[in-house]
């Protein structure tokens, strides 16, 4: 079974495939590919580039993007931008929440992707916060998360879109980002249980995949690990305590977070025998190339179950639906109702694409 390049989801430099490009990808042969706001310019570019990617690999690869609602929309860029969460959540409205679902799974099937990295799982204490998840978060407790993001999952569903939870094992009270340190988050095991992990455990048979946050829980490991590299996260909790068996998957690896505390090779073993499906690589190609030279040098046994549960994932991708430019200025006058139902006609008009500031999490 050893495939260890199926292993691989990553990032591509630009919004086409030049034939330097393709010969690394085809060569790679990644399980997956994740688009950004870089790799798009326009509608049928985009849908010419998810099919390039797809025609690069005999085993129909996973392709993943970021859509889910307000500034991490990456469509935003060629229409209008879908309500985020949290405007969605304070107009406490089910059928426009389960349109947002409905919605962005066509559209994403439209231009060919089979997975979207969201919803957002995490809980927003306080919707002032200034870190990363700032407007994205379904509810401010269990309950109305539990609701309100099953609305949006079950629209995505619906058009056979598969879905990714995030970012647990609970992000919100991290106070460093990311990109550039390793939060520590001091909930205890308690805590987590009675509020964050209950939302996760709620979602265990729901959501098709899982993303792992680059935070340190010391609840779970005393000594500094990201959670993302960590068996009693991943194997213990995830795994053996709430019962989770679909695809597990890293946060971006290619993060201070991660770089600044272990080597890449090390780094990438961790992934792997903590747990991970999926190594996500998203901005360096020679990243990916090293990482898969450290994945082929790992035994049998340590790759096989990751490369069977994403087999069994694999099985589930949805092929994308005929593209066509009127189609797509079809749904984005959805989005635009949307937008229009959700914040009023005025409001719809001040936060559109080309009036909203950029964001680093829109561009990450």
Same mark, same amino acid.
């Given at each position: ?33 994740? =688009? !950004? *706001?870089? %790799? ?5 570019? &985009?849908?010419?580039?998810? $099919? /390039?990617?797809? @025609?690069? +690999? ?51 099937? =439209? !231009? *060919?992707? %089979? ?5 957002? &799982?995490?809980?927003?204490? $306080? /919707?002032?916060? @200034?870190? +990363? ?71 265990? @048979? ?159």
């Amino acid at each position: 079974m050893s495939q260890p390049n199926q292993l691989l989801l990553i990032g591509v430099p630009g919004t086409e495939l030049d034939s330097a490009t393709a010969a690394r990808l085809r060569k790679l042969q990644p399980g997956g590919f994740i =688009l !950004f *706001g870089r %790799n798009i310019e326009s509608a049928s570019q &985009l849908r010419k580039l998810v $099919d /390039d990617l797809r @025609d690069l +690999s005999p085993v129909e690869p996973v392709i993943t993007i970021d859509q889910e609602g307000g500034r991490v929309s990456r469509l935003r860029l060629i229409g209008h931008e879908p309500p985020s969460a949290q405007q969605l959540r304070e107009k406490d409205d089910a059928d426009l929440i389960r349109r947002h679902g409905d919605l962005t799974g066509r559209l994403l099937r =439209l !231009f *060919g992707f %089979n997975l979207d990295l969201c919803p957002v &799982l995490d809980i927003s204490f $306080d /919707d002032e916060a @200034d870190n +990363s998840l700032k407007g994205r978060c379904w509810g401010k407790s269990v309950g109305e998360t539990l609701d309100k993001a099953e609305l949006f999952r079950a629209g995505m569903a619906d058009h056979g879109i598969l879905s990714c939870g995030k970012h647990f094992p609970g992000y919100t009270f991290a106070g460093l980002d990311p990109h550039h340190d390793l939060p520590r988050i001091d909930r205890t095991r308690a805590e987590l249980d009675a509020t964050e992990l209950a939302v996760f455990r709620h979602f265990a @048979d729901k959501v098709d995949s899982m993303m792992i946050g680059h935070a340190h829980y010391p609840c779970f490991d005393a000594e500094k690990n990201p959670a993302s590299l960590s068996t009693a996260v991943i194997r213990d909790c995830l795994r053996g305590d709430l019962g989770f068996e679909g695809l597990v998957m890293t946060d971006d690896l290619d993060m201070g977070a991660i770089l600044n505390t272990f080597s890449w090779d090390e780094t990438i073993r961790r992934s792997v025998n903590a747990g991970n499906d999926f190594v996500m690589i998203c901005h360096r190609l020679e990243a990916a190339e090293d990482a898969l030279r450290t994945l082929e040098s790992m035994k049998a046994p340590e790759l096989d179950p990751a490369l069977e549960n994403l087999d069994r994932f694999k099985q589930r991708l949805a092929p994308p639906q005929t593209f066509s430019i009127a189609a797509h200025q079809a749904l984005d006058l959805e989005v635009r109702q949307l937008r229009i139902d959700t914040l009023g006609e005025q409001a719809a008009d001040e936060q559109s694409p080309e009036n909203a500031a950029r964001s680093p999490v829109e561009d990450y």
